[in-house]
């Protein structure tokens, strides 16, 4: 059953999305060629606890770490390790909090040194298709109309589009109703009402659509052993628009990036 957020709720999942927003726009300027992922890890744990909150999935279903790191082919659900990051690599960064009893959890798939012109277009298109699905996400409209949205534009430009990995609705549990797949009809599914809170994102591989997982019991990577992209974010759906929680201006400030994406998804200025 989808769980409606009031008004005090949602400025509360505002916090907690921040916190990961703020997270991963810490962890933007370190994730360069040579940079340890346990390391990093231990960084966003104690950043986070130091904004007040909880990392969201250490030991949710005894994952070990704070942050899901999945490069260059991994998917999802990678564990960080000991193997520093390579100049040319990418890497997908998902990461979660917990504050005041409601979960932030959103993902950025990061460039390290110079990436490849493929591969930057495949994360240039994965994002975009963030915000295309987000678009669709307005009162009235179905779940299928966002997956429709987000596969539509992924597969016209070649890519495949993972079916057994969704978005989801959150709150205060970190997986609640919706499912928000990344594929779909359009016109079907739940129908979206004002006070609905959802994680929208996009896992994209470069080829096929295939994935299998590792015998870890957790990484999932591409069969065809070709990069794939997600890019995340928490939105609500305030007055029958779609409202972002979260942000990816902290990493686009550590980065240098000058970036509007966000602005027609946004009715409050951030707090810096």
Same mark, same amino acid.
């Given at each position: 059953?989808?769980?409606?957020?009031?008004? $005090?709720?949602?400025?509360?999942?505002?916090?907690?999305?921040?916190?990961?927003?703020?997270?991963?726009? !810490? %962890?933007?300027?370190?994730?360069?060629?040579?940079?340890?992922?346990?390391?990093?890890?231990? !960084?966003?744990?104690?950043?986070?606890?130091?904004?007040?909150?909880?990392?969201? /999935?250490?030991?949710?279903?005894?994952?070990?770490?704070? %942050?899901?790191?999945?490069?260059?082919?991994? #998917?999802?659900?990678?564990?960080?390790?000991?193997?520093?990051? &390579?100049?040319?690599?990418?890497?997908?960064?998902?990461?979660?909090?917990? &504050?005041?009893?409601?979960?932030?959890?959103?993902?950025?798939?990061?460039?390290?040194?110079?990436?490849?012109?493929?591969?930057?277009?495949?994360?240039?298109?994965? &994002?975009?298709?963030?915000?295309?699905?987000?678009?669709?996400?307005?009162?009235?409209?179905?779940?299928?109309?966002?997956?429709?949205?987000?596969?539509?534009?992924? =597969?016209?430009?070649?890519?495949?589009?993972?079916? =057994?990995?969704?978005?989801?609705?959150?709150?205060?549990? +970190?997986?609640?109703?919706?499912?928000?797949?990344?594929?779909?009809?359009?016109?079907?599914?739940?129908?979206? #009402?004002?006070? !609905?809170?959802?994680?929208?994102?996009?896992?994209?591989? !470069?080829?096929?659509?295939?994935?299998?997982? +590792?015998?870890?019991?957790?990484?999932?990577?591409?069969?065809?052993?070709?990069?794939?992209?997600?890019? $995340?974010? @928490?939105?609500? +759906?305030?007055?029958? &628009?779609?409202? %972002? +929680?979260?942000?990816?201006?902290?990493?686009? @400030?550590?980065?240098?990036?000058?970036?509007?994406?966000?602005?027609?998804?946004?009715?409050?200025? %951030?707090? /810096?």
């Amino acid at each position: 059953m989808v769980k409606i957020k009031t008004s $005090e709720e949602i400025e509360l999942m505002r916090e907690s999305a921040l916190v990961v927003s703020k997270t991963l726009g !810490m %962890l933007a300027s370190e994730i360069k060629p040579g940079a340890n992922p346990l390391k990093l890890d231990k !960084m966003a744990e104690d950043f986070i606890r130091e904004q007040g909150a909880e990392p969201g /999935f250490l030991g949710m279903y005894d994952f070990p770490n704070t %942050l899901n790191w999945s490069p260059n082919s991994q #998917v999802v659900h990678g564990i960080p390790n000991n193997e520093t990051l &390579k100049d040319g690599d990418i890497i997908s960064v998902d990461c979660g909090a917990l &504050k005041n009893g409601y979960y932030g959890d959103h993902a950025y798939t990061f460039e390290v040194g110079e990436v490849a012109e493929e591969t930057k277009k495949l994360l240039r298109v994965t &994002k975009e298709s963030l915000y295309v699905g987000i678009g669709q996400f307005k009162e009235g409209n179905r779940v299928g109309d966002v997956g429709y949205a987000i596969q539509n534009y992924c =597969e016209t430009h070649g890519y495949g589009v993972v079916r =057994e990995l969704v978005g989801h609705g959150l709150g205060t549990e +970190l997986h609640e109703d919706p499912q928000m797949p990344n594929y779909g009809k359009r016109g079907r599914g739940k129908k979206f #009402v004002n006070g !609905m809170v959802v994680a929208i994102e996009p896992m994209i591989n !470069m080829g096929t659509r295939r994935i299998k997982q +590792l015998n870890d019991g957790w990484t999932i990577l591409t069969a065809d052993g070709k990069s794939s992209a997600h890019f $995340e974010h @928490d939105v609500a +759906l305030v007055d029958g &628009k779609p409202e %972002l +929680l979260s942000t990816f201006q902290y990493i686009y @400030d550590a980065l240098g990036v000058t970036s509007d994406e966000e602005n027609e998804f946004r009715s409050q200025k %951030l707090a /810096f």
